[in-house]
């Protein structure tokens, strides 16, 4: 794995370089499987200060801490609004076979999923969907795309 | 929706001689030194009624032997304007030195002649020009619009005598056709012949629809659709358009196979975030739980005798291949390399597994055995993935995408066969960008 560590760094360094005045495109940090997106772009609201969605890291599925105070908005809001029901959309980045992809957006919802329940929301009023990689949100094929690729969001289904 | 299936009514050996051939190919190595061979166009009896001569079959059928065989990268067609000796006698007497002369080693010549009800018999025979003999010689019975499948069984004949393998020309490929802007694709299944003839869309592009299976033992195919929004893995019948939802499961199913038999469909199903591997029987409905754990289980491939499964699995940590038996017993990690390993799939000689690997960025088709040693990568590009084996395990059909620029055009996916050996690699071409390909078996059976 040393390869895909020096790998890392380097695409880091390079987004670094691009991005480096423009603040809400950060992308990546350096330290390993950390890559994942905590800019604004792409993001749309549930409500006011309710972020739709969250972002990971490549290959995993863990909740990051911006992940989590987002999906603790969202489950104050689902709270405040009991008779609105949610689809979490988990999605996966280009750079992977899709049947693992499509695996992993499921892990990803779910990741999500168990932490609106965890935070109070009924598990009946949340469905998990996902896509694998099939439906980015950037199309293009570039380290920033694919980390706002590699996502969950959460959609009002009523 | 309704698919054709066209039928051969009779194939008998006119001819089968036992006399040793001089000529043969070699095809356990990239071959950079293809066999010369000289395709005839073949002749047309004379009775025959005009609305059949105007089909121009005599050149047509010869044509498309002549593609095939090129494409499997192993022989070499001389021009046809070189020939001196006419195709009538050259099928019924060849001049052996005219054609050494133009120095070609193999000589295929025909004669197309009508049976009853415009039937038309399609007779072949192949020459060794070296030793000056005749290496066989067959007649196909079939109905004039059939003359492509008759072709692709005559290129199949001439394949297997001269390489000592099967062939694989008279087969189909399944794929997902792409077509609309990348972050919302519409995608339909296609169907075609493996030269890329006759595609055929079965279904609509109304939902998504991904990685469609051919059965090995009929015209089934399975895939995953998301039909109302709830990603499933059905059943269709492309004789007759009428399509099943594969188990009752209340969550995602995907990444469907058939068994060996066609019997049974393999599949991963994820739940509360874990993905196992399952199979379904097709006429029973019984389902059976292969793995049982927490990590990604998914991509899973029978060996041709139907006792073990390869599949994919992250429960080291990182995508990787493993095996077990078909009882879902003696699990077993065979990938080591440096990387990431997917779509592993069981070659239909038993030997091999072709598989997805992603390493430092870039993705490689390649293969190794079934123990995961002699790993061997065919092919290095920006995206390509999902590699499935034609019927007689020598080439593999895969897809490929290009990267797409930072206003998210270009990077379209398109279908490439190689040859085991690495070489040989070519683009089939296809009316839009396509996907997840799928080899059939042979259509005309062993």
Redesign the interface.
Known sequence: ?L??NL?KVA?ALVMTLFLGACATQQATTTTKGDDAYTGTETVKFLADGVPDRVFFST?K?ELTSAATTTLGKQATYLKANPTLNVVLEGHAD???????N???G??RA??AK?YLISNGVAANRIK????GK?????????VL?WSQNRRTVTVKTN | MKYKIFTILALFFILSTKSFALVSVDITRGNLDPLPTAISDFYLDSKLADNIKNLKLESKIPELIQNNLSRSGLFFALEKKSFIQRPEPAHNKPRFEDWAFIKTQVLVTGKISLEKEGRLRVEFKLWDVVSATELSALAFYTTPDNWRRVSHMISDKIYERLTGEKGYFDSRIIYVSETGPKVDKKKRLAVMDQDGYGVKYLTLGNELVLTPRFSPTSQQVTYMSYFKNLPRVYLLNIETGIQDLVGDFPGMTFAPRFSPDGKKIIMSFAQEGNSDIYTMDIKTRVVEKLTDHPSIDTSPSYSPDGSYITFNSDRSGFQQIYTMKSDGTNVKRISFGEGLYGTPVWSPRGDLIAFTKLYRNKFYIGVMRSDGSGERLLTENYYQEAPSWAPNGRVLVFYRETASDSSGRGGGAKLWSIDLTGYNERLIQTPTDASDPSWSGLLSGK
Do not use: Q, W
């Open positions: 794995m390869f895909k790998n695409l290959n599925s280009e750079r992977g076979t899709r049947e693992y499509l695996a992993l499921e892990r779910t990741a168990n998990v969907l996902s896509y099939e439906k980015p949100a950037n199309p293009a094929s570039n795309a």
